[in-house]
């Protein structure tokens, strides 16, 4: 017994002594390649602080540190060897950073910087290393504050199960979007109660507990999908349970601090139902990692470190050198310029009046403004723009914060939402529709966005045009452009209308936006 303990000792001791250099040398390496974007990391930090949607991501990095350490006794069984391969994976993540700084696309900043640690340990440590980090690696993913895209789909799925649940119950529903009335009260659902909290929350918890508790890989992606089902429908339960509950009880229960905390009980019931339902399919067996038999037998061995050594130099290099251009750039713009809206010229019988409404988009960070009411033959649109010279962080034309209306707004609501297709300058284009309610208004919403004479809502054809104009040393001058009138009943009429103005009053309004462009 002794003299095999000898022998494993004496086999493990050469790769024991490239990695006495390989671990520390790696972590220093994620340190400095963490300080270089400090500006993405800090930003990162700055969401977990202020979102409780988020604040798990403190627990992400020692999660994952933690899997790794745990698994050391196997990984000293490999040699650590540099692959210059990752090399191109990480310039290539370096462009994809540098593009999402120009575009202002922050969550792409902050997942090329994630992924580089990845590469990083793979361009050091070589492939086989990486891979047998591959899951504490890749559930640094989670660390990155993403999903509020999926607010809006997720809130129309809980309006939705929770109106046929009570109507399937018996209860009669009036609805108009996320807002709907039955006979005890009215209720909305906003974005707390979308889900996504819980969805992200589940789908962590579920990666992690499908990686600890099983090793094959179709009972892991089984117990995971199993992690994002669960959740969207628990919500749905949740929030007809809620006015359920508030609906028997007289509007006494299920309102304010209980509103949330049934919320979080019922969630975590349903998870820990999850989590048990998935112990009866548990796979204990430990997968070992096979030893790297063409390890060469020196315990510290200088020829085995240089590689390293130079690896990560090379790795910083590539690493370092997309902050640097994205600063020069910026410090290369030109100074800030007052731009000016003059407002549309009046034409074919439209005349300036006084405001159609209160109602005004939230669109924050923009260089300039306009509002601007026209009247024909008695009936008013409203003309707004908002127009973006230089886009940066939060002063970004596409913002998950420029709404039409705020959530729980004092006077307006926002009923619908959806794609419309209008003739602009004679060409069949694809804008949105949103019609926008109170107590003494309703009002029919046309908008768009405007690129140097281009229209679209596509946010992603927006996003990368102002990163390529960035990238060529242009402004990439970008509006949105909204035009309003009161409707009633289909809002066939307003339609002609908007339509008609926009026929008279489109050449004037892009007279306006290319003026300022370019003057």
């Given at each position: 017994m002794q003299a095999r303990d000898q022998q494993s000792a004496a086999t493990l001791s050469p790769m024991m002594g490239d990695w006495r250099f390989a671990a520390p040398w790696t972590i220093a390496l994620l340190v400095v390649v963490t300080a270089i974007y400090w500006e993405t990391a800090a930003s990162t930090v700055a969401i977990w602080l202020r979102?409780?949607?988020?604040?798990?991501?403190?627990?992400?990095?020692?999660?994952?540190?933690?899997?790794?350490?745990?698994?050391r006794g196997q990984l000293a069984l490999l040699a650590p060897r540099a692959d210059w391969?990752?090399?191109?994976?990480?310039?290539?993540?370096?462009?994809?950073?540098?593009?999402?700084?120009?575009?202002?696309?922050?969550?792409?900043q902050q997942l090329s910087l994630v992924a580089m640690w990845g590469v990083i340990v793979w361009m050091v440590l070589?492939?086989?290393?990486?891979?047998?980090?591959?899951?504490?690696?890749?559930?640094?993913?989670?660390?990155?504050?993403?999903?509020?895209?999926?607010?809006?789909?997720?809130?129309?799925?809980?309006?939705?199960?929770?109106?046929?649940?009570?109507?399937?119950?018996?209860?009669?529903?009036?609805?108009?979007?996320?807002?709907?009335?039955?006979?005890?009260g009215q209720w909305s659902v906003v974005e707390g109660c979308s889900g996504v909290r819980y969805l992200i929350a589940a789908v962590s918890l579920g990666c992690l507990y499908a990686y600890l508790t099983y090793r094959s890989l179709s009972r892991r992606l089984l117990f995971i999908a199993a992690s994002v089902i669960v959740p969207i429908v628990a919500n749905g339960m949740r929030a007809y349970m809620i006015v359920m509950i508030a609906h028997l009880s007289d509007m006494k229960l299920a309102l304010g601090v209980d509103h949330f905390i049934y919320g979080w009980v019922f969630f975590g019931l349903v998870m820990l139902l999850l989590f048990?339902?998935?112990?009866?399919?548990?796979?204990?067996?430990?997968?070992?990692?096979?030893?790297?038999?063409?390890?060469?037998?020196?315990?510290?061995r200088p020829s085995a470190t240089k590689p390293l050594l130079t690896m990560g130099v090379i790795g910083l290099v590539v690493a370092g050198v997309w902050p640097l251009i994205a600063q020069i750039t910026v410090a290369a713009r030109s100074a800030p310029v007052d731009i000016v809206l003059n407002s549309p010229a009046a034409v074919s019988a439209w005349q300036p009046a006084e405001a159609l409404s209160t109602w005004r988009p939230r669109?924050?960070?923009?260089?300039?403004?306009?509002?601007?009411?026209?009247?024909?033959?008695?009936?008013?649109?409203?003309?707004?723009?908002?127009?973006?010279?230089?886009?940066?962080?939060?002063?970004?034309?596409?913002?998950?914060?420029?709404?039409?209306?705020?959530?729980?707004?004092?006077v307006w609501r926002q009923v619908?939402?959806?794609?419309?297709?209008?003739?602009?300058?004679?060409?069949?284009?694809?804008?949105?529709?949103?019609?926008?309610?109170s107590n003494g208004q309703d009002l029919l919403v046309w908008y768009w966005y405007w690129m140097d004479g281009t229209y679209t809502v596509d946010h992603l054809a927006v996003k990368l045009r102002d990163a390529i104009a960035k990238l060529l040393g242009r402004p990439g001058d970008s509006a949105v452009v909204m035009v309003a009138t009161e409707y009633q009943d289909a809002g066939e009429s307003a339609q002609l209308l908007l339509q008609r103005y926009i026929d008279d009053m489109l050449p004037s309004i892009e007279t306006t936006l290319t003026q300022a462009a370019h003057d």
């Open positions: 979102s409780e949607t988020f604040t798990h991501g403190f627990l992400i990095i020692p999660i994952s540190a933690y899997l790794i350490w745990s698994n391969r990752a090399a191109i994976v990480l310039l290539g993540l370096g462009l994809l950073w540098l593009l999402s700084y120009y575009a202002g696309v922050l969550v792409l070589g492939w086989t290393v990486a891979w047998a980090m591959a899951f504490p690696l890749a559930f640094l993913i989670f660390a990155v504050p993403m999903g509020e895209e999926l607010i809006p789909p997720m809130m129309d799925f809980t309006a939705d199960f929770t109106v046929a649940a009570l109507q399937l119950t018996g209860i009669p529903v009036y609805r108009e979007g996320t807002f709907f009335e039955i006979p005890s048990w339902l998935g112990s009866f399919w548990r796979e204990d067996d430990v997968e070992p990692i096979k030893q790297d038999d063409t390890a060469s037998h020196v315990p510290v669109y924050l960070g923009m260089d300039v403004e306009l509002e601007q009411t026209y009247q024909r033959e008695g009936r008013a649109v409203s003309l707004y723009l908002g127009y973006y010279h230089e886009q940066r962080q939060d002063s970004e034309l596409i913002n998950s914060q420029n709404i039409l209306v705020e959530q729980k707004h004092p619908a939402d959806a794609p419309l297709e209008i003739t602009l300058d004679g060409q069949r284009v694809a804008i949105r529709q949103a019609k926008l309610r």
